[in-house]
């Protein structure tokens, strides 16, 4: 997923979300839920294009002790030419399939599922609802907030908080 020297030029439509591209590392995000115990992860997160009007993304995230691989998402970001509409097209390893909508404000875009997808035979309690920030808290540091609601657990709940330093 990484642009190469030759590839083509960002499609004038991503322009809004350009200060995405490129690879970013978190080495100590934070996440907790009511029914499950607080933790710490690390996650690499990478933003590319391959000159159509949408942005591919990777999620990988890892034990933040042992290395130990442990979350992954896999997608496409969209936004809705000549608008701030942006949708995303994530898929997890745990099953999970989200559509979410939003919008692009400067440097900060908000996220918020109206569809998840789940495997038939996924753990309970069952991902119902999935919200999204992603903020450039500086030229070298994104953020990204999850809050999320099950069906054990309503309203959607913070979940996860990460900040990303650029590494490429």
Known sequence: MSASPASP??????????????????????????????????????????????????????????????????????????TSHLALVNTQNVGIVELSEGEVKGQEITLESHTIGRMTFGKDPAVTKIQRTFRLVDADTLEQVVHMETSATAPAQHHLSIQYKKVA
């Not at 591209?21 to 990478?46: A, C, H, N, Q």
């Not at 159509?52 to 030419?81: A, D, M, V």
């Open 9 to 82: 030029p960002l499609n004038d439509a991503l322009k809004p979300l350009s200060w995405l591209l490129g690879t970013w590392r978190g080495e100590e995000g934070k996440g907790d839920y009511p029914t499950i115990k607080d933790f710490k992860y690390k996650e690499e997160v990478k933003f590319d294009h391959v000159g159509q009007p949408n942005l591919e993304f990777s999620f990988c995230s890892s034990h933040y002790e042992t290395g130990k691989p442990l979350h992954r998402e896999r997608g496409f970001l969209k936004i809705q030419p000549g």
